[in-house]
């Protein structure tokens, strides 16, 4: 197949450190290349993906993240650069909108935020020209009446991240330094159950420099430290040698890829049940799916419990880069069976 995969173009492809969406773009592009297909990336001119790229702007608009024109000069450009492919896979939120004028090429998109009202609102405009794609049960079951193509759950290349042996003495939070990620709460958690803690997190946002100043600051000191953005190696040693991820959640969060860097690692993940975790994390044999801070405090007097190599294991299969690769390709197949219409009304066939 001739697939032309679109990132958004906040951030390069992949990622240097903090870049969800950027790294299942990275790693999407990089197995339907392995897999024999033709693959067109189309990202930023700072990306480094060893695939055939293409690219209008040449580096990521990181400082203007969110705003309209950006994302827009970006789509309409890389909807020009894939007349030639046989099926688009737009990871951009205006994108798939913008695909209606190529009512002769087959769109698939993935949904990489929560479906609230206003995504919902925006999706029933996407689902008219893209099959939509969701990221976990829990999403989907959010969407309402947007049709959801497939439910497919991120993946990761478990030798990205070595195994580690949990053996460095302390705990660790990972990610974006934001309420709704629960830095403030894995630092008291932690000071309740006597562990050291190590908060790496992103600090670049105004949003964020304020919480940080206000809220997670004033926590730290004695056990808790604060060792800023990781990426590269250094995430993956600070992963390695913990003996849990704690991942105090208060949000619907679509899927959650630190969790399964965390297991890759063999790192169990301690979480609350919400959005995706609990598809991610096997309550008792991976991690622990707790209800509240108490109960995140209790549980992690029952590490000893829990076989490292089982987290790992998990990764090895269900959270595999090839799984995600392998469904994708799946639904590629049965979107381009489908019949469509072509620019003057005939009936096409793929």
């Not at 705003?67 to 650069?81: G, P």
């Not at 405009?125 to 049709?147: C, E, K, L, M, N």
């Not at 008291?188 to 190590?198: D, H, I, S, T």
């Not at 679509?254 to 063999?266: K, N, T």
Request: glycine share 10%; with cysteine.
């Amino acid at each position: 197949m001739r697939i032309g995969l679109l990132a958004p173009p906040w951030l390069p492809v992949p990622p240097a450190r903090y870049g969800g969406t950027e790294g299942v773009v990275d790693r999407l592009a990089r197995g339907l290349d392995a897999t024999g297909h033709d693959v067109v990336l189309f990202t930023t001119g700072d990306a480094t993906c060893p695939v055939a790229r293409r690219a209008h702007l040449a580096h990521a608009e990181t400082a203007r993240m969110g705003q309209a024109v950006v994302e827009q000069r970006h789509v309409a450009h890389a909807y020009e650069a894939f007349e030639d492919r046989d099926l688009v896979h737009d990871h951009t939120l205006l994108g798939p909108i913008y695909a209606a004028r190529f009512g002769h090429l087959p769109v698939v998109t993935t949904a990489h935020l929560p479906f609230d009202a206003e995504m919902r609102d925006l999706y029933r405009f996407t689902a008219r020209s893209a099959r939509v794609v969701a990221i976990s049960r829990a999403q989907a079951a959010d969407a309402g009446d947007i049709p959801i193509a497939a439910v497919i759950h991120h993946g990761i290349e478990p030798t990205e991240i070595p195994f580690g042996a949990g053996d460095g003495g302390y705990l660790l939070f990972l990610g974006r330094l934001a309420p709704d990620k629960g830095p403030g709460r894995a630092c008291e958690v932690a000071r309740a159950a006597g562990w050291p803690l190590k908060l790496a997190a992103r600090v670049r946002e105004p949003g964020e420099i304020a919480y940080f100043r206000d809220e997670v600051r004033p926590l730290l000191g004695g056990d808790i430290e604060f060792v800023g953005e990781v990426g590269g190696a250094d995430k993956a040693a600070l992963l390695g040698g913990a003996a849990a991820l704690l991942n105090p959640i208060r949000w619907p969060e679509p899927f959650g890829l630190v969790m399964i860097e965390s297991l890759a690692a063999g790192t169990p993940v301690l979480t609350f049940a919400e959005g995706a975790a609990p598809e991610i994390v096997e309550d008792g044999v991976t991690g622990f799916v707790c209800a509240d801070e108490a109960a995140m405090v209790t549980a992690l007097g029952r590490l000893d419990e829990l076989d490292r190599r089982r987290c790992r294991a998990a990764v090895d299969g269900p959270f595999s880069a090839r799984r995600m690769v392998d469904e994708h390709v799946d639904l590629y197949r049965k979107v381009l069976a489908e019949p469509r219409l072509g620019p003057s009304g005939t009936l096409l066939a793929h």
